[in-house]
């Protein structure tokens, strides 16, 4: 069974940038597909950007496209996240998940469909 551990978030100024990493152990993390999802205090997780198995297919959500990219490394089985030009709406803590798949091209946008998260990193960027 796979588990994640996030790490990379801070506290940032507007404008700035972070890297958040997601680091995989426990098995093989090549048929996962891997989301990175955000939660602020009183809302609902939402998806932020995903990456199908293969890693030849990604996609985001509208709020941050253009400003995020997420990348897989699979030699060091972990999924980044590179943020730049933060604002103070992306605040909030930032989760990666896994979701085991068949099918390698594939990108999972639904909370309920991933079944292994990680623990979270806070990102706090200041207006």
């Known amino acids: 069974q796979v588990q994640l551990v996030e790490s990379g978030g801070g506290l940032v100024q507007a404008g700035g940038s972070l890297r958040l990493s997601c680091a995989a152990s426990g098995s093989d993390f090549s048929n996962y597909a891997v989301g990175w999802f955000r939660q602020a205090p009183g809302k609902e997780r939402e998806f932020v950007a995903g990456?199908?198995?293969?890693?030849?297919?990604?996609h985001y959500s509208d709020p941050v496209k253009g400003r995020f990219t997420i990348s897989k490394d699979s030699a060091k089985n972990t999924v980044y996240l590179r943020l730049i030009d933060l604002k103070h709406e992306d605040t909030s803590v930032y989760y990666c998940a896994a979701k085991r798949v068949n099918l390698l091209s594939v990108i999972l946008q639904q909370v309920q469909i991933y079944d292994i998260w990680g623990q979270g990193t806070q990102v706090s960027v200041s207006s």
């Open positions: 990456i199908s198995a293969n890693s030849r297919i990604t």
